[in-house]
């Protein structure tokens, strides 16, 4: 039994599934109109056949029940989740690389998101910035000597002793305020020394008094 047999009955045919191309097996070549060997190939073909219409009808069902996806969600969320666990640590470089490619892609809303985040969790990224120096002293060090370096070939030198003066200033004035204030404030260049398309000096008309958090958030960006 299972087999199709031919009118002349000299040659035995073999039905064959319509999407994988295996041949049916013999529980299901006992039916005439069978057209898979199993109820995944046979509801894998109708998905693919009616893709676009199964999708508009997803999407509508979604819509209109919301608390029954949330409740899904929040049903296989612990799975789900060591799932994912599971694939990252199985694939790390791909996680990079999605990570790179997401970022690129999203660059400008990362960076808002950024400000945002550090604007309400000063405390975390203060802690974040320690715990780094800590972890990285020589970075910290030749990041310090990269900049005195800058700031030396960036201070010209028909500068007056007036103006070296007029520099020590806002220094002083950042100390003082930093004290007065309780919060940290920083000396910094209007025109970035370090900039992209434009390089500043270290000049008196070039410097202002910022806190630290305004500072960071400028970073080496020139504002009118």
Request: glycine share 2%; with cysteine.
């Amino acid at each position: 039994m299972g087999w199709f047999q031919a009118k002349d009955r000299s040659v035995d045919v073999i039905r064959t599934c319509e999407r994988c191309s295996n041949p049916l097996p013999v529980e299901r070549l006992r039916y005439p109109n069978s057209r898979f060997c199993s109820e995944d190939c046979r509801w894998r073909f109708y998905h693919a056949k009616h893709r676009p219409t199964l999708r508009e009808y997803s999407k509508k069902w979604r819509k209109d029940n919301p608390d029954k996806v949330a409740a899904t969600l929040n049903k296989h969320r612990p799975k789900r989740l060591e799932s994912l666990k599971a694939w990252k640590a199985r694939n790390p470089e791909r996680v990079k690389e999605l990570r790179r490619l997401s970022a690129k892609r999203c660059e400008a809303s990362a960076k808002k998101r950024r400000a945002r985040w550090i604007e309400k969790h000063p405390e975390k990224m203060r802690d974040a910035r320690n715990k780094w120096r800590t972890a990285n002293p020589w970075k910290v060090a030749a990041n310090k000597r990269n900049r005195q370096l800058v700031q030396s070939h960036a201070t010209p030198a028909w500068l007056t002793e007036q103006q070296y003066v007029q520099i020590e200033e806002f220094y002083r004035k950042a100390s003082e305020l930093s004290k007065a204030t309780g919060i940290p404030h920083e000396v910094d260049h209007i025109i970035p020394i370090r900039g992209k398309q434009v390089c500043g000096l270290h000049v008196p008309w070039n410097l202002q008094v910022l806190t630290s958090t305004d500072n960071r958030r400028k970073s080496a960006r020139v504002y009118e």
